[in-house]
């Protein structure tokens, strides 16, 4: 057997640009509906085609700073953008539901906005890729996951009421829906983390399951 010695490194600087958007926020600039990418990791070349995202990626690196890389990001955003049905409507429920937490029914959704919930479930498909029901359960669940204290003792009963949610078995299940671990399972793995990354940059964020 033979074997060899590699050299090899990193640059010795980066840059990067990014955007962040609303739940709402990306269909304007969307070729297809949102639900077509629901629930799966999809690229940008995917989206908007290799060759525009190799070009739009080689002005960005030749570009002469942060505030130039932010206009031609925008510019390119701004070239995109076109009208989206429903926007508006959509728009507005999903600002309650976060302004709530997640913590509102969604049929008293569709009622203040003079439609079906069929039509509001659709047009949130359409905008979002997800009904308003599951965009409720997502901004409950971070809520409670972001007032989880992993250094300390975890009190599961008062949390899930405090949440809203039916009772604890309730809770055990969309935790396992969302992150595919017990609550307890997700804390122990929290709590590992901080031992071997003390004073990481992502202490205190709800970190992934592993």
Known sequence: MRTRAVDFGYPLWTRSVGVHVKPWGLAPFLPMPAAELCDRPVAVEQVWGRPAVAELRDRLATADGPHEMLTLLEEELMRRLCGTAGLGLV??????IAATGGAV???DLSVAAGVSSTHLARRFKEVVGVTPKRLARTYRFAATVFAIDPAGPVDWGGLAGG???FDQAHFG???RAFTGL????YVEVRRRFLREHPGHV???WPLPAD
């Open 91 to 96: 728009r507005h429920a999903s600002s309650v």
């Open 202 to 204: 992502l202490d205190g």
């Open 105 to 107: 029914a969604i049929g």
């Open 182 to 185: 017990t609550p307890t399972r």
């Open 173 to 175: 299940h969309e935790f």
């Open 163 to 165: 949440a809203g949610y």
